[in-house]
Structure formats: structure tokens, C-alpha cells
């Protein structure tokens, strides 16, 4: 941008409150008995939702059903006022006090906060602009940047997100916290045609805690680079104690085919780049898979090859 | 769409007059729908018009303008739910404010038919009583604090095996009970379990949290 412009009467984006907006926000009040915390929710969900219809507007999407802003827990224990956009990340949507203060959650992964003035008398907000980050708890209106650049803040970073997903850094320890880059999506939902049996056997009675285990597969794109090949990588995490994750690694076939290609190597680097595993697909296996333990912060790659066409996923676990 | 008149830095032009509403909205045209460059002329011009558009004090009159604003970014260019607006025909603030008043007597009229059916069915008193409301006013679900607090204690067994190494008393099931309302500060923690309030914050967020998330997302809000 080649101008900047700070939030003034006139740079404000005046967006209606519309009556689902109220009915939702007072809905959700209701299941809070706490006077408090009925109010936060409230005031937070009407300024998601005015966030939402403007974005919608526009034709941009968005995703309530993975937003904590609309999980009753989440608003019970957290000031929630998060709103997903899918495949470009988590916006914070903050209601502004009538001091003109505005208040933003730190150390939670964001990918920017507008700031949102809700009259309510009028039946209306005002979208008094956005920030890509912060580094205070208090969101100096006069830092905001004007709503007119969102679109193409919001593209950036989806260009980013494209084109960093080859190169991207999977985060393991986020998988644990229920957070997930694109491109990972749910095991069973990849691999419908295979019943899933889990990697790690339940020690049966001796098990000292149930450990939280997270499975996701993310399709390799091979197209371009593996003729018609298509694998499934599939990464079953398990949290087994405070220094010590588990991590299964299986490849599997993909559109229908029932044998992965016959050569098909997988191998564990470490964080030196030293192969620490490998295993290699025969003439008629179903799946490849590999099983070792890491430290939290600990970074390793996983290699898949074909002949002479190769590539890297890298993690940290 | 035609071609436009002249080309000028779009975010120093802040005047809203018809013909500058004219020259945003063949801008907008320009670029592809779904690009960023239509999505930013389309937020300034929606900024822009909006003085110039009939306001009135019907109850409605927000879900009318929220419906005004998907049609102008719907139909502005394409026309993908009505014919696209043609510049020579009316001002953006012109072409706008029909659509506008349509969605307000449409609104009106539903109204209407509503109050008739409340009236016919609930009586003379029907007149300012809202069914959906009454029928909300007696929920019989406890509010989502006590069905946390339940889960919790159904899963009190399971909770409590999970904990922070050598520290069985600093376990899932705890943690998640002082942080409910009205919650324990971390320091608090701290000074009672003598345990650093960074070990305690991240054991919460990756064993309790995403615990505590997947409940809420499955238990969802009482409907009304």
C-alpha cells in the first residue's frame, strides 16, 4: 500500500446488526448464567457476526463450526471473539468498550484483529478498521488500518498459504492443541475406503492415561510429479508423556488403487538431515509404515520417493 | 462494462458523489469477481454510498440493508441474482435505494402476515406477545457451566489419570475445574501446586483445552 490512513469517521465501515445477529448473540447469552460472562458473549458474538456478514458480502466464507467464538465451552472459560476463514487462518473479531478500548487476547495465533464498534441503539456497527498483529493487549485504534485493505490483506495471506505448503512446517505440538495447517485433513475423511485400525495399541489395563491421539493425512500432490500416483500420508500423533510424542507413519495408495507403486520409499530424516528409518514398498503392499518417538521442538522430515522424483514434508514435533 | 474514464489513487478519493460512486463501481468491474482489487473497491463503495441511501425506522430496515448489500456485490457486475446494474440507466444510490424499499415492504408485509396468524392463534392479548419468546422464556437445560461441570464429573476417572509428570495431583480433571468460572489465576495455581504457571498453562492447553473444545463443539448451544 502506498498511502496509510488512520481510522477516522470517514474510514470506518458502517455495517448493519441484523436480527440473526441479535437472535444468535442472545441465544448464546442465555446459555450463560453468569451475568458477566453472558454480556462478554454476547457483545463478542454480535461483533463476530457483523465480521462474518461483511465478509459474505464480499463472497468470502467462513467457518462457525471450528471458530471457539461459537463453542460454548471455549466461551465459558476464554474471551472468545475468533472467527475462521478457511484456507487463509483465524481473525479476531474485538468488540470496543465505550472508552474506546480494545482489548486482544496475546500469545493465540492470529491472522489479524479488527476491531469492531457496536451501537446498538442505531442497530449498527462500525468496522473501525484492522491490524495484521499485535504486540500489546491494547489495540491502539489509531494504529488501525482501513477496512478498504482487508480484502487484500486477507489475499496475501492466502497466496502465502499456497505457496508456502510445499516448504510448510507442520507443527506437531499444534495437532495436540487441536490446531492444523491447511492441507491436513482428517484420516478417515481421506481414506474413507479403509477401515481404520489405530497404530498404537491401547496397553490394555496397565495404560497409566488415556493419551490424546491425533491422526491426519495429507494427500501428496504427485500429480504432476508421479504420472497418475497418488499417496495418501497419514501421521498419527500421541501425546505420551511430557517429553515423549509418538508418531506413526503410514503412506497409503489413493483413488481406488489397492497396492501402493512398487518401490516407493519413505524415509526419517533428522533434524541434521541423517535418515534415521526407511522402508520401501514391494510388489503388492497395501501401506508403508514406520513408528518412532521424538522430543516436543524436535524437528524431522519425512522423505517419500519414487524413482528419481522426491518429496519432503517437514515437521516439528 | 465500459471502459473507464480516468484512473486516480482510489483511497484519496473519499467523496461520495454520484458520479464518483459511478467511477468506483466500473472500477470494481474491472478486476474478476473474488479478487482482491473487486473486493476493495466493492468495501469503499459500500462505505461510500451509504449516506446516500433511504433510511427509515422500520425494525427491519438492518436485514434490509444487509440483503441491499449482498445484492449490490452480487449484481453489480455479473448479475448472478438480478439484471447487472447499468451505469446509464440510474445512480449506484438510485439503483440501491429501489432495491432497498423493495426488501422493506417485503419485510413489512411478512410482518404482517405474521401478526395476522399470532392473533388468530393465541387470542386478543396475541397483539404484542411473541410466541418464540414465550416458548424460549422456560428453558429446561441447565446453562453449559453445569453441563461442563457434569462431563467433567462423568469423566472424572478418565481425567484424572492424565496429569503433569510426577505430579498426579496436577491432573486434566483439576485443571479444567479451577479454570471454570470463577477461575483460578494461574499465580494462584502456581502458589498452591508449587508448579511454574508456564508448565501449568501448557499442560491446560494441550490436554485440557482441546478436551474442553471437543465437548463444546459437540454439545452445541440449547436451541431456543
Not at chain 1, 490446531?179 to 495404560?207: I, K, M, N
Not at chain 2, 469477481?33 to 427509515?56: C, F, H, M, N, P
Request: proline letters at 5%.
Amino acid at each position: 500500500m502506498t498511502y496509510s490512513q488512520s481510522a477516522t469517521d470517514a474510514a470506518r465501515l458502517i455495517w448493519p446488526i441484523t436480527q440473526q445477529g441479535k437472535r444468535i448473540a442472545q441465544q448464546f447469552a442465555r446459555d450463560h448464567g453468569l451475568p458477566d460472562i453472558a454480556e462478554r458473549v454476547r457483545r463478542n458474538t454480535l461483533a463476530v457476526w457483523v465480521l462474518l456478514e461483511f465478509l459474505e458480502a464480499l463472497g468470502i466464507l467462513t467457518d462457525l463450526a471450528t471458530s471457539d467464538s461459537w463453542n460454548p465451552a471455549m466461551q465459558l472459560t476464554e474471551d472468545v471473539a475468533d472467527l475462521v476463514v478457511p484456507g487463509v487462518g483465524r481473525l479476531e473479531c474485538r468488540p470496543v468498550e465505550e472508552a474506546g478500548v480494545c482489548t486482544v487476547p496475546l500469545g493465540v495465533e492470529r491472522i489479524g484483529y479488527v476491531a469492531v464498534a457496536l451501537d446498538e441503539a442505531a442497530g449498527e456497527a462500525s468496522l473501525l478498521g484492522f491490524v495484521p498483529e499485535v504486540a500489546l493487549a491494547q489495540l491502539g485504534l489509531d494504529r488501525l488500518q482501513p477496512m478498504d485493505d482487508f480484502p487484500t490483506h486477507l489475499h496475501q495471506l492466502r497466496q502465502g498459504a499456497l505457496g508456502q505448503e510445499a516448504s510448510q512446517l507442520t507443527r506437531l505440538s499444534r495437532w495436540l492443541e487441536g490446531y492444523f495447517e491447511s492441507g491436513w485433513q482428517s484420516a478417515e475423511d481421506l481414506l474413507a475406503q479403509y477401515l481404520w485400525t489405530p497404530a498404537f495399541r491401547q496397553g490394555g489395563q496397565s495404560a497409566p492415561q488415556t493419551p490424546l491421539q491425533i491422526k491426519r493425512a495429507k494427500q501428496l500432490d504427485l500429480g504432476l510429479k508421479l504420472g497418475a500416483e497418488q499417496v495418501a500420508l497419514v501421521l498419527e500423533v500421541e501425546q505420551e508423556n511430557e517429553s515423549a510424542v509418538n508418531i506413526g507413519l503410514r503412506l497409503y495408495p489413493l483413488e481406488g488403487r489397492l497396492y501402493l507403486p512398487e518401490g516407493l520409499t519413505v524415509k526419517i530424516l533428522d533434524g541434521e538431515n541423517t535418515v534415521c528409518l526407511t522402508a520401501q514398498s514391494r510388489s503388492a503392499d497395501n501401506y508403508l509404515q514406520l513408528y518412532f518417538r521424538g522430543h516436543p521442538g524436535e524437528p524431522f522430515s519425512a522423505q517419500v520417493t519414487l524413482g528419481d522424483v522426491s518429496i519432503v514434508e517437514n515437521f516439528i514435533i | 462494462m465500459r471502459i473507464i474514464l480516468k484512473r486516480s489513487n482510489p483511497g484519496l478519493l473519499m467523496n461520495n458523489s454520484p458520479d464518483e460512486l459511478r467511477r468506483l463501481a466500473c472500477e470494481a468491474c474491472r478486476y474478476c469477481l473474488g479478487s482482491a482489487e473487486r473486493q476493495r473497491y466493492l468495501t469503499q463503495l459500500i462505505r461510500l454510498v451509504k449516506s446516500r441511501l433511504w433510511r427509515d425506522n422500520s425494525p427491519h430496515y438492518q436485514d434490509a440493508l444487509q440483503q441491499t448489500w449482498i445484492y449490490l456485490c452480487q449484481n453489480l457486475c455479473e448479475g448472478k441474482t438480478a439484471k447487472p446494474y447499468d451505469p446509464d440507466v440510474a445512480s449506484v444510490a438510485t439503483w440501491l435505494n429501489a432495491y432497498l424499499k423493495f426488501r422493506l415492504l417485503d419485510f413489512e408485509q411478512a410482518a404482517q402476515a405474521d401478526r395476522a396468524r399470532h392473533v388468530s392463534a393465541y387470542g386478543e392479548d396475541g397483539a404484542t406477545t411473541d410466541v418464540v419468546e414465550t416458548l424460549a422464556a422456560k428453558p429446561e437445560i441447565p446453562p453449559i457451566l453445569e453441563r461442563v461441570q457434569d462431563w467433567l464429573e462423568q469423566n472424572a476417572a478418565e481425567f484424572r489419570k492424565i496429569h503433569v509428570v510426577h505430579h498426579p495431583k496436577i491432573n486434566c480433571y483439576e485443571l479444567i475445574l479451577r479454570r471454570l468460572p470463577p477461575e483460578a489465576s494461574w499465580q494462584a495455581l502456581e502458589d498452591e501446586f508449587g508448579v511454574s504457571y508456564k508448565t501449568l498453562e501448557s499442560f491446560y492447553r494441550r490436554q485440557c483445552k482441546p478436551r474442553l473444545r471437543e465437548f463444546g463443539r459437540a454439545e452445541g448451544h440449547i436451541s431456543s
